[in-house]
């Protein structure tokens, strides 16, 4: 097999592509063949040391992937040899094979291609769990989305309209704007320029959003909670803006509103059941037609480095994906 290695954690660059024996799984783990992996805003923290899972070096980032089942350990029963599954394990992705524990591998369905499966699991486990899940969200409600264009934020509108939400959709610039009304969003905001909480204010007659789902933070977050309803609920979901914001915590005393933190990935474990109800009403709405990953880059896992330096650019449409 193949894999990216990552032995000094001060970034992509550092990434090597080396040739490696195929693991054997253990008691508990399946081993995958790697057919598509994704980038997710963590697996770029974790290679520079950033993230808050530091795993052990060496080791071969890739939180998330899909392929074909080629063995398995001991005490699975589940899965077989041959089965389609994706997987998200925190890291071994980024290769033709990984070994992952079974519990966080899931079978796919019939008509689930390896490249949406790979751009699945992270972006709207994380996303269900936020609206449904952290905020209940209920139908005829008004969600902000921000970093709508993102891949968390175009499973967000998708996700909010197949709940019955109102959807509005921010983003740093009208191509990106576009695209979010191709998925359904009922208004958009171009936040790279005007007055943010006027722009806010015009998009929710003046009452302000429900819901706030949030994965950029920085200089948005204040502006954002001043601009939340009555008994709001401001999602925490990353900080891909780079700076983790800091608010006046009487604003949500004024407000009535709440400040829900989000870890999908903690979640899982700690709730699995709750967590494979999540994924399989995910799944059924997948079949339906209604949530579809939105992939702009599809590229040869051997140009990761590329894939990094789109992500880092910041001006990607949803997911990249890596393929062997």
């Known amino acids: 097999m193949h894999a990216w290695i990552c032995d000094n954690p001060v970034g992509p660059q550092a990434l090597t592509w080396k040739e490696l024996p195929a693991p054997e799984p253990q008691a508990g783990e399946v081993r995958v ?32 992937y899909a392929g074909v089942i ?5 005490g699975v029963s589940h899965l077989r040899p041959g089965d389609p599954v994706a997987a998200f394990a925190g890291t071994g ?10 519990a966080v591998v899931m079978k796919l369905p019939e008509g689930f291609s ?14 269900y769990h936020a609206l449904i899940d952290r905020a209940a969200l209920q139908a005829g409600e008004t969600v902000l989305v921000l970093g709508a264009a993102g891949g968390v934020g175009t499973a967000a509108i998708q996700v909010a309209k197949a709940a019955g939400a109102r959807v509005v959709a921010a983003a740093s610039t009208d191509e990106k704007c576009a695209l979010c009304r191709e998925l359904g969003a009922d208004a958009t905001i171009n936040y ?3 007055d943010l909480r006027e722009q806010i204010r015009a998009a929710t007659d003046g009452r302000g ?31 891909a803006q780079g700076s983790i914001p800091s608010l006046p915590l009487n604003l949500a005393l004024l407000k009535g509103a709440s400040l829900v933190g989000v870890f999908w990935g903690e979640f899982a ?19 339906q037609g209604r949530i579809k990953p939105v992939i702009e880059h599809q590229l040869p896992m051997q140009e990761l480095p590329r894939a990094f330096e789109l992500m ?9 994906v890596l393929t062997n």
């Open 114 to 127: 390896f490249p949406d499966a790979a751009a699945f699991l992270c972006t709207y486990g994380t996303t």
């Open 192 to 194: 790279s320029h005007g």
């Open 269 to 287: 474990k700690r709730e699995p059941k709750r967590n494979a109800e999540a994924l399989a009403q995910l799944a059924a709405w997948y079949g």
């Open 70 to 74: 080629e063995a398995v350990g001991a």
């Open 33 to 64: 063949a790697v057919k598509a992996a994704s980038l997710n805003f963590p697996d770029l923290l974790i290679v520079q040391n950033k993230y808050q899972v530091k795993p052990p070096l060496p080791f071969v980032p890739g939180a998330e």
């Open 93 to 102: 992705g980024f290769a033709t094979h990984a070994v992952a524990p079974a």
């Open 209 to 239: 959003p429900d819901v706030v789902y949030d994965p950029v933070g920085g200089d948005l977050a204040e502006p954002v909670f001043r601009s939340i309803a009555w008994r709001g609920r401001y999602l925490v979901i990353g900080f």
């Open 312 to 320: 880092a650019s910041r001006q990607v449409r949803g997911k990249v």
